[in-house]
């Protein structure tokens, strides 16, 4: 069972910075692929970033590129969510998730096993 906890979510104002963290259970962490998802208010919950195992594979969604970097720390069982110049758009519950299968492409949110409790990201203009 792997348990993951997002924190770093906040209130800015558009054009801010916020770091999304989340912090897994579990040793076998870096075998991990990982990725973050969103959900805003009567939207479904859409992709917006993977990261391999190795952390040498990434993919983004194409309304974050550019603007938004994921990376992991597989010492500390963490992966992150940079995300710079926030849009109003933006809003929404950030969710992690893990997939303990080790892939080097994003498979879909079916292929993730297990998520985090969300937190909240507002963004105001």
């Known amino acids: 069972q792997v348990q993951l906890v997002e924190s770093g979510g906040g209130l800015v104002q558009a054009g801010d910075s916020l770091r999304l963290s989340c912090a897994a259970s579990?040793?076998?962490?870096?075998?991990?692929?990982m990725g973050w998802f969103r959900q805003a208010p009567g939207k479904e919950r859409e992709f917006v970033a993977f990261?391999?195992?190795?952390?040498?594979?990434?993919s983004y969604a194409n309304s974050v590129k550019g603007r938004f970097t994921i990376f992991r720390d597989n010492a500390k069982n963490t992966v992150y969510l940079q995300m710079n110049s926030l849009k109003p758009e933006d809003t929404a519950v950030y969710y992690c998730?893990?997939?303990?299968?080790?892939?080097?492409?994003?498979?879909?949110?079916?292929?993730?096993?297990?998520w985090g409790q969300g937190t909240q990201v507002t963004v105001s203009s």
């Open positions: 998730a893990a997939d303990p299968r080790s892939r080097t492409y994003y498979s879909g949110p079916g292929a993730y096993d297990y």
């Open positions: 990261i391999s195992w190795s952390g040498v594979h990434t």
């Open positions: 579990g040793r076998t962490f870096s075998s991990y692929t």
